[in-house]
């Protein structure tokens, strides 16, 4: 990983564990429930900026080795790894 990427998404991920436990301790203790959906809604705000943190991190690494090479098949392989991940984050469940 690039260091300063690294960096900041390790940092994030701590602060989502926080949250996650301050969301545990208030289901535990029966909060009310709004504070509870809040909860739970920043911590999907702070997954979905890990998330493109680290997808960040793929783009300037990964994806850009493999789209710069002369091997279709990777990138090709690089291509389908960024549309299946459009995809799962779009797929909607109604």
Known sequence: MIASIKKRATHRANIVEGQ???LQKAINNEAYCMD???QSLAIQKSLASLNKLI???HLR???SEMMGTRDGNQQEKAIEELLSLYELNNVRGK
Do not use: A, C, D, R
Request: glycine share 8%.
């Open 61 to 63: 690494t990964h994806v």
């Open 55 to 57: 997808l960040e991190n």
């Open 20 to 22: 996650f436990k301050g």
């Open 36 to 38: 509870i959906l809040t």
